[in-house]
T-cell receptor, first 113, second 112 residues
């Protein structure tokens, strides 16, 4: 079944640790996105990619980095986690068509102690 | 002015009533319009998309688009407590840049 997967679903980690949030999609979509969302707050785009070897920063300044080596995989990395990084991280993908739609993964809830 | 605006709510309606959610946008070149439902602590789920002026119905949901007035609305008929969630309006501008833009969402509460 075509879908978009995020792991881990929950992550609790100490300050200063390096972490990678995984996102994979089996829909063959060219475009992938990372959003950050605090509880009850708006979605903020932090990174996006139009395809392999393409990555761009979004609206929200972020200390994270992303890579797109394979079409289906778009991991997000924090080199040194801080309590201010505590948030929900949502991965999404879309196919560039006339009626393009955005689909989300189930999210990673990150808590940095 | 934000590009996509919604009343943050909460909007409270009794069970069985019609819930009406509204959204306005500022960019006239916007091509596609979407409604997402987001339960607390979950990710947004696409429930409706609309691309041309008029109404589009899917079950209990009806999306309405008026490009001249730059607004899009979502009607939920026979509202159920399970419809209680935050509803996000989103637009797609064009095939360039960060082409999906989300509104802040309207929190809907359906009272049994």
């Amino acid at each position: 079944e075509a879908d978009i997967y995020q792991t881990p679903r929950y992550l609790v980690i100490g300050t200063g640790k390096k972490i990678t949030l995984e996102c994979s999609q089996t829909m063959g979509h060219d475009k992938m996105y990372w959003y950050q969302q605090d509880p009850g707050m708006e979605l903020h785009l932090i990174h996006y990619s139009y395809g392999v070897n393409s990555t761009e920063k979004g609206d929200l300044s972020s200390e994270s980095t992303v890579s797109r080596i394979r079409t289906e995989h778009f991991p997000l990395t924090l080199e040194s986690a801080r309590p201010s990084h505590t948030s929900q991280y949502l991965c999404a993908s879309s196919e560039q068509t006339t009626n393009e739609k955005l689909f989300f993964g189930s999210g990673t809830q990150l808590s940095v102690l | 002015q934000k590009e996509v605006e919604q009343n943050s709510g909460p909007l409270s309606v009794p069970e069985g009533a019609i819930a009406s959610l509204n959204c306005t946008y500022s960019d006239r070149v916007s091509q596609s319009f979407f409604w997402y439902r987001q339960y607390s602590g979950k990710s947004p789920e696409l429930i409706m998309s609309i691309y041309s002026n008029g109404d589009k119905e899917d079950g209990r949901f009806t999306a309405q688009l008026n490009k001249a007035s730059q607004y899009v609305s979502l009607l939920i008929r026979d509202s159920q407590p399970s419809d209680s969630a935050t509803y996000l309006c989103a637009i797609r501008r064009d095939n360039y840049g960060q082409n999906f833009v989300f509104g802040p969402g309207t929190r809907l509460s359906v009272l049994p």
